[in-house]
């Protein structure tokens, strides 16, 4: 237990009959405002009433407040008190509102002297013995708290250099209910926790994996050194065993560095979801997400009674990688569909909208039938081509569509994988994108995050011109193939991707013909 700050305690002050204190809700990842006011009648039937649309967990926050202020050697009040969380019409959910209510208590009964309960944004969860715990969007609570121009934010000391990223405002982190009231009494002064944002980039932005590590497989890193030039979906095809788990986890090791404004939004949503640990002020890497294949809609996409982020918004900015493609179940791969087109994700309730943003790269990976061992010299397939055909049926051709690259992963030979020389290593790699990616940045002027796998249709017929020979190739392909409209538009895109990789100004015969390769899974829908 915290030791009590010495004089915290004063005589009854008619004037914090009624205390105010600036909270915070959550509607998705955007941090929404919250008055707390708190009544102590003094007179009346003993009880508390929290009311503004509280959720379960509010509601039980009277006990754990009532607790925790006795535990720290604060009275309770033994009167009528109403707690009020503004507006009414936001539902209030969590436990992020106890320590606000405690503040607001001890200063509404008079058990502590205030003189100015509005400069700080607070959130906390308090223990019963008056610790406080961690919240979840520390770092969107503390983008709220600038953008209404208050002084600070007091929050738990696990979250401070997660809030601490955000400058022009004081984070004062607190670790038991008594340094709280001590800081806003003045009694006991608490320096701001700060954090160089610069440093933390510099200590947390490097990979532990590389893909020098890979053993052949050149022709794959060749595709995806594409898909992360062009920012084009992947689906690996191989026999178990082949190394498409470890390409798939090495991919963001060639994306370009995070920018500030990407690692704020990707940390955000992982603070919100309650994916932050402690020690991370800010992700300096693009995350990787591997969700099993038994993972319901909701957990992929998002949902839930409280809308939850799902795995293609943790993925927000980098891979959501899923293995064993085909096992996953029908319905989550298709909710898949929409937040690939749109990149983000929207969930209606009866009375709410929830966006969570979405903009990731998909990489999956599947065998080429039941058994797994169609294209493996070493074993034999048992699979008939019935079953090979349900099994592929199990992925929509809508989805495989929205796919841009499809690619075989076969078998490593003996001598590549004894071989003592290292594979392309990762740097290498990163140099293409990054070189492919000023390619893009010149021609998207004005839009510095356009990629040539997000290019609108009208876009796209502006800067993918073909020549004869080009337009001759496509248009074979697209008969032979029996493409959709959906499947030539991917062609174009990777093909100025391609093109960009090879420092060409307009589009090849050479660059549309390695498109074509990459679509290999396409048939007549």
Not at 494 to 521: F, G, M, P, W
């Amino acid at each position: 237990m915290c030791p009590l700050a010495d004089g915290t305690a004063a005589a009854y002050n008619p004037a914090h009959m009624i205390a105010q204190l600036h909270s915070v809700a959550f509607n998705g990842i955007e941090a929404l405002p919250i008055e707390v006011e708190v009544d102590v009648a003094h007179k009346g039937f003993a009880g508390a009433t929290v009311v503004g649309l509280p959720d379960t967990a509010v509601k039980e926050s009277i006990e754990r407040v009532r607790s925790a202020m006795e535990n720290s050697g604060y009275d309770f009040p033994r009167s009528r008190t109403v707690i009020n969380l503004a507006p009414a019409d936001i539902r209030k959910e969590g436990p992020i509102f106890d320590l606000p209510i405690a503040l607001g208590i001890s200063f509404a009964s008079g058990n502590v002297v205030a003189d100015d309960t509005t400069g700080y944004l607070v959130a906390g969860e308090l223990a019963l013995d008056g610790r406080v715990r961690p919240i979840k969007g520390a770092l969107s609570a503390a983008m709220l708290t600038k953008r209404r121009g208050l002084k600070g934010i007091i929050l738990p000391m696990d979250n401070s250099r997660e809030a601490a990223v955000v400058d022009g405002i004081d984070v004062i982190p607190v670790t038991c209910l008594t340094d709280a009231i001590g800081f806003l009494s003045g009694q006991l002064p608490i320096d701001p926790v700060e954090v160089n944002v610069d440093e933390v980039f510099a200590a947390s932005s490097t990979y532990e994996c590389d893909f020098a590590e890979v053993r052949g497989q050149e022709h794959v890193k060749r595709a995806l050194i594409i898909a992360a030039a062009g920012m084009h979906n992947v689906l690996m095809i191989g026999p178990p065993g082949t190394g498409k788990t470890m390409l798939a986890k090495r991919l963001p090791t060639i994306l370009p560095p995070l920018t500030l404004e990407e690692s704020l939004e990707t940390t955000r949503i992982h603070s919100v979801a309650g994916e932050l640990k402690p020690e991370i002020a800010l992700l300096a890497t693009r995350p990787v997400r591997t969700p099993h294949h038994s993972a319901s809609t909701p957990a992929l996409v998002g949902g839930g009674t409280i809308p939850q982020a799902g795995e293609v918004s943790l993925a927000h900015h980098g891979v959501l990688f899923l293995d064993e493609f085909p096992e996953f179940a029908r319905s989550g791969l298709e909710a898949l569909r929409q937040p690939l087109e749109d990149g983000d994700v929207t969930i209606a309730r009866a009375h709410t909208t929830t966006r969570f943003p979405a903009r990731f790269m998909l990489v999956a990976a599947m065998n080429p039938c039941p058994c797994g061992y169609l294209t493996d010299p070493r074993k034999t397939c048992n699979c008939s081509p019935l079953q090979v055909e349900k099994y592929r049926a199990r992925i929509s051709g809508p989805l495989i569509d929205r796919i841009d690259i499809h690619i075989e992963v076969p078998a490593v030979p003996f001598e590549e994988l004894r071989s003592r020389h290292e594979g392309t290593p990762s740097s290498v790699m990163r140099e293409e994108v990054l070189t492919a990616r000023r390619c893009q940045r010149e021609r998207f002027i004005g839009n510095p995050t356009m990629v040539n796998g997000r290019m609108s249709g009208k876009t796209l017929r502006r800067v993918c011109e073909l020549d004869a020979p080009g337009e001759a190739i496509l248009k074979q392909s697209l008969t032979e193939l029996g493409l959709s409209a959906r499947a030539h538009d991917k062609i174009l895109r990777l093909s100025r991707t391609i093109a960009d990789l090879a420092a060409h100004e307009n589009i090849t015969a050479d660059d549309i013909c390695e498109a074509v390769q990459y679509r290999r899974l396409d048939r007549k829908l």
